[in-house]
């Protein structure tokens, strides 16, 4: 059985759990956070979350995760059939990961952890990375109803736990809110939270942050 190690709290680790529910895949749920023991770096070689145990041994980084479900566990197709289609819905992929997730992820602390202001310089790099991305993913999604088309993908999946962290970025750190650069991602997120596999993860969601917060000794 595969084994999906990580926590609730973790986007990534969310984005992947959302694709073996939506695969009606079975797992096994193993709590793991960050670290760099020898056990988990042998498991996850940058000591991140999530990482996929399989009868073959250990896979990490989200994406390269995803492409694996969707060669390997039985289930509806998250991708285009169409070759060309289905570059499409990866290049939506990256784009939410790199240019959303990515940057904004590093005003995370203040955002959410309540650990001091980022400097001016990081903020200055930081803004310009999201605006292109929230541009790309305009003129790349067709949000008729979903991000690459008419049907569900994986770029819909990283765009749900990718998109909500930068708006958070945005209007906490910038004072800025991101649904006026892409006003479309608000039918798209509504549509999205309508989905059982989606209710459940939010659910999971506020009880892992609980969880995280005590690991790491933070406050309530």
């Known amino acids: 059985m595969l084994k999906l190690l990580g926590f609730p709290a973790s986007n990534y680790y969310n984005m992947v759990k959302m694709a073996l529910m939506e695969k009606g895949a ?11 023991s020898d056990e988990f770096l042998a498991k996850s070689a940058m000591g991140k979350v999530p ?3 399989t009868s073959q041994g250990s896979l990490s980084e989200t994406s390269v995760i995803l492409d694996y479900i969707e ?3 039985e289930g509806p197709s998250f991708y285009p059939a169409d070759p060309y289609e289905r570059a499409r819905a990866r290049e939506l992929v990256k784009f939410s990961e790199l240019y959303l997730e990515l940057p904004a992820r590093r005003c995370f602390g203040e ?3 309540g650990t001091g202001p980022v400097s001016q310089e990081v903020k200055d790099s930081v803004r310009p990375v999201i605006e292109k991305g929230c541009a790309a993913i305009k003129r790349r999604g067709s949000f ?8 569900i993908t994986y770029a819909d999946m990283v765009f749900l736990h990718s998109f909500p962290m930068a708006q958070g970025v945005a209007k906490i750190v910038f004072d800025w809110d991101l649904f006026e650069d892409l006003p479309e ?3 798209l997120l509504e549509l999205l939270n309508e989905r059982p596999t989606v209710k459940t993860i939010v659910a999971d969601t506020a009880e892992g ?3 995280f917060r005590k690991n790491y000794g933070m406050k309530d």
């Open 26 to 36: 079975e797992y096994e749920d193993v709590r793991v956070y960050s670290g760099s």
């Open 51 to 53: 990482a996929l145990e």
């Open 71 to 73: 060669d390997t566990v």
């Open 111 to 113: 955002a959410f952890f």
């Open 144 to 151: 008729s109803p979903y991000l690459a088309g008419n049907e």
């Open 185 to 187: 991602a608000a039918a």
């Open 209 to 211: 942050m609980k969880a």
